[in-house]
């Protein structure tokens, strides 16, 4: 059984930073790329970063230079590095694996519950 879980979320002001974490059980990060969403209330979700089979990453411009996503393939476990948070960061973050073999871009097979980051002004 394939499970994500989030946590590391919480309230920050701007400028703050915070790490969040995925611990993933059931899935191989060796086969999978994975990702990390948000979702900001009243908008869509958007994809924030990810990171390939082979350690590839890649960042949506919004937060290029402020976050980093990690992962460590032998605790199975996801991360997401939040410098310089900006009040516009807020929203429900949540893990997700791709399909096995599948590319970065790909629908995702599976997603954590969530956690909430509020950046206040």
């Known amino acids: 059984q394939v499970q994500l879980v989030e946590s590391g979320g919480g309230s920050v002001e701007a400028g703050g930073s915070l790490r969040l974490s995925c611990a993933a059980s059931?899935?191989?990060?060796?086969?999978?790329?994975m990702r990390w969403f948000r979702q900001a209330p009243g908008k869509e979700r958007e994809g924030v970063a990810s990171?390939?089979?082979?350690?590839?990453?890649n960042y949506a411009d919004s937060v290029k230079g402020r976050f980093t996503i990690s992962k460590d393939n032998i605790e199975n476990t996801l991360y997401l590095q939040m410098n310089s948070l900006k009040p516009e960061d807020t929203g429900v973050y949540s893990c997700?694996?791709?399909?096995?073999?599948?590319?970065?871009?790909?629908?995702?097979?599976?997603w954590g519950q969530g956690t909430q980051v509020t950046v206040s002004s």
């Open positions: 997700a694996a791709a399909y096995k073999y599948s590319g970065c871009t790909s629908t995702p097979e599976y």
């Open positions: 059931g899935v191989s990060f060796s086969a999978r790329c």
């Open positions: 990171i390939g089979r082979t350690g590839a990453t």
